[in-house]
């Protein structure tokens, strides 16, 4: 059963908030409240919503500032409608600086129930129809693994919760040892099952170019990566292809075992390990 669609109601006050939430509630949607700017950055972070509804006049900030913000900051999916509202008749003036700080709409107060849930499900739809593209382009179909649009996604969201709770993440990057030569095909359908069989089930692999793999390893500190990155290479550096013996294969590691405190994005982690393979720099770098 799919999930209910989240929407974010942004603002302070409570009459308004309330009276949105009525209207949406009994259509199916999950609503969730912030404050504040502060809290509605962290809290669309955290939950991802669907779409957002924000009062254009915050404790903290504007509406327009917090709509650049969440979308500047990569804190809520380019595909999440953003509706901003306001008291009183909106000038064209206005409805223009909204769609130019990112919003999909202005809507007035009081709210009119009808219009609000025929132009939400009109940008729902739209958003589904974002998504369904994006998920289709995120999944190598010859391996059924991530592809490089897919892993930089999960790593993002992986880094996201790893920084928040202080954890460990890792990255590890598998290519043959001499990418110059051809590799036989089936070499890459034994490595892309080999990674599936090796690694955790919390653990996300992908396919990041024709002879490129990738394991992302939550919880995982630089030392568990190494272990991790070993045991590929016992695996799959004894088996055969329809040609011979499988070439041997490289690998490069990197990981922190605090990503809050090492500030990184964790796309860093993805990038290190990719070119510690290509440059051949030495596996741990």
């Not at 915050?58 to 999440?80: F, I, M, V």
């Not at 999944?139 to 993002?156: C, N, Q």
């Not at 030392?223 to 070993?230: F, K, M, T, V, W």
Request: aromatic residues 4%.
């Amino acid at each position: 059963m799919p999930r209910a669609p989240i929407v974010m109601i942004v603002s302070e006050q409570e009459w308004t908030s309330r009276s949105l939430d009525s209207i949406l509630a009994p259509q199916g949607y999950a609503v969730m409240r912030a404050y504040n700017a502060r809290q509605a950055i962290e809290r669309a972070r955290g939950s991802n919503p669907d779409a957002v509804f924000i009062d254009t006049m915050l404790p903290d900030a504007d509406g327009l500032g917090l709509c650049k913000d969440l979308l500047e900051q990569k804190a809520l999916s380019p595909a999440a409608p953003v509706i901003l509202y306001r008291s009183g008749p909106i000038r064209r003036d206005e409805r223009i600086e909204a769609l130019d700080a990112g919003a999909w709409d202005l809507l007035p107060l009081p709210f009119d129930a009808q219009e609000v849930l025929l132009r939400l499900d009109r940008y729902m739809r739209a958003k589904r129809q974002i998504d369904q593209l994006e998920e289709s382009s995120l999944m190598d179909p010859t391996t059924g693994l991530y592809t490089w649009s897919g892993i930089l996604r999960r790593v993002r969201e992986m880094g996201a919760a790893a920084a928040r709770f202080r954890r460990p993440l890792a990255c590890i990057v598998i290519a043959p040892e001499d990418a110059e030569e051809p590799v036989d095909t089936s070499f890459c359908d034994s490595l892309a099952a080999a990674l599936q069989n090796t690694t955790r089930d919390s653990d996300v692999i992908g396919r990041i170019g024709p002879m490129e793999f990738v394991v992302v390893a939550p919880d995982t500190t630089a030392e568990g990566a190494r272990i991790l990155a070993e045991r590929v290479r016992q695996v799959t550096g004894t088996g055969e292809t329809t040609v011979g013996v499988a070439p041997r294969i490289r690998t490069g590691v990197f990981g922190v075992n605090d990503l809050h405190d090492a500030n990184l994005d964790p796309t860093e982690l993805l990038v290190r390990a990719t070119m510690a393979v290509r440059d051949r720099l030495p596996v741990d770098a």
